[in-house]
């Protein structure tokens, strides 16, 4: 996993590794990172389907009751076909813009 942390921003890129590899090692160090908002970047990889974001749901659905974002991208899945609980944008522009509006939402109890 490569990290970037910017701010209240943590941006984890998944490497070279297969996605359950990457879902392990994101459980074991997700207590780092849980106070901050997360970007999920999972461009690297092609053969993702929207079943295979369902092992992020119970995470996120946790993260985003600790009023943090929690945002998944990946180009690669029809977002239609995405659990409407998973927030998943193509782009890592896309879920900085994501998370802008959420803070925005909570700021206005939304």
């Not at 490569?2 to 590899?21: A, F, P």
């Not at 392990?24 to 974001?53: G, P, Q, T, V």
Request: hydrophobic residues 40%; negative net charge.
């Amino acid at each position: 996993m490569i990290i970037d942390r910017q701010e209240n921003i943590t941006v984890i890129t998944q490497e070279s590794v297969s996605l359950g590899k990457f879902i392990e090692r994101f459980k074991e160090s997700y207590s780092k990172y849980k106070k901050d908002h997360l970007i999920l970047n999972l461009l690297s990889l092609s053969n993702l389907s929207a079943s295979d974001l369902m092992e992020f749901l119970e995470l996120s659905r946790d993260h985003r009751s600790a009023k943090k974002s929690f945002v998944i991208v990946t180009n690669t899945v029809s977002f239609n076909d995405v659990n409407e609980e998973l927030v998943v944008t193509p782009t890592i522009e896309e879920a900085y813009d994501v998370i802008e509006m959420e803070d925005i939402e909570r700021d206005l109890d939304f």
